[in-house]
């Protein structure tokens, strides 16, 4: 069993002009209290784990995408066909899960520390999301 699990660094975002590719990275620490995991950020904002006020689906599939994502640029599969191929599971279904990594940072943020996104679910995330990050804001309060 964990107890505390830290991830130390700085928040930084870097552009890979290349790949046309923002890469983001917020350390997190995870801490085990009173049978709880509470996690917090490089901030020290501590992140709610209220099961009422997350969309733990959201976040894994958030997660997963950006796993997936790292596993392709690293070489471990050529694209999304392939990864899906290997994996068993659906290309489109694939897709739509990995378009979660082009959401702004501020709304992976929001997501991960569970903040209210606008009543929005994995679903309406999957259904379509604007590509320009602006638009996505406006999205998320409609």
Do not use: C
């Amino acid at each position: 069993m964990i107890k505390n699990l830290e991830i130390s660094g700085e928040r930084q975002e870097h552009y890979h002009p290349d790949e046309q590719v923002i890469e983001i990275v917020i350390p997190i620490i995870l801490r085990r209290r009173g049978g709880k995991t509470h996690i917090e950020t490089s901030d020290w904002d501590n992140v709610t784990t209220d099961p009422a006020r997350r969309d733990t689906a959201l976040i894994k599939a958030l997660a997963q995408a950006h796993t997936w994502k790292g596993k392709i640029e690293a070489g471990h599969y050529k694209d999304i066909l392939d990864l899906a191929r290997k994996l068993g599971i659906s290309d489109t279904y694939v897709a739509r899960i990995m378009r979660l990594t082009m959401l702004s940072p501020e709304i992976q943020e929001i997501i991960l520390k569970g903040k209210y996104i606008g009543g929005r679910t994995l679903a309406d995330f999957m259904g379509g999301v604007p590509i320009l990050w602006k638009e996505q804001e406006e999205w998320l309060k409609q």
